[in-house]
């Protein structure tokens, strides 16, 4: 395949927990990246289910670098919205998620980035990545690029 760089954009939504606040009634600035790990999960699940044989279930995406930039804080009664845009390098087998964080009246409140590679089951740097994950990549890639529905 001659492709070799793809751009996938998602939205997860979540409900914060009484536990991310702290006394103020603030989100505490730590339970954003384990929000962010939530919405990678998700793009996993919605892109690649979850009981899939042979899948990218087989190999680890460990996290290598990690930037957050707190604009405003999030209350209690904020929903969370994260857009992510993933890209990648299906050469490289580098990978990031960029995400932006809002709140229920649009107003950013965070921004980040997360850097990933892929290791295989024994924790050793797959070097090319398999195909029934780039293939993967590259369907979803080309098919957002040619809907109307894909995340702004």
């Known amino acids: 395949m001659d492709k070799t760089v793809?751009?996938?954009?998602?939205?997860?939504?979540?409900?914060?927990?009484?536990?991310?606040?702290?006394?103020?009634?603030?989100?505490?600035?730590?339970?954003y990246l384990y929000w962010l790990e939530e919405a990678r999960f998700d793009f996993i699940r919605k892109y690649f289910g979850e009981d899939e044989e042979h899948s990218i279930h087989m190999y680890k995406f460990p996290l290598t670098n990690q930037y957050l930039k707190y604009i405003k804080s999030f209350k209690p009664e904020c929903t969370v919205a994260i857009r992510y845009n993933l890209k990648g390098d299906l050469i490289s087998n580098k990978f990031q998620f960029f995400y932006r964080l809002f709140d229920n009246k649009n107003q950013l409140c965070c921004k980040g980035m997360t850097t990933h590679v892929l290791l295989d089951d024994k924790g050793n740097l797959v070097k090319e990545l398999p195909d029934v994950i780039s293939e993967r990549l590259i369907k979803i890639d080309f098919t957002q690029k040619n809907t109307k529905d894909a995340e702004d």
């Open 6 to 31: 793809i751009e996938i954009k998602g939205l997860y939504t979540l409900q914060p927990r009484f536990s991310d606040f702290d006394s103020y009634g603030i989100a505490h600035h730590g339970k």
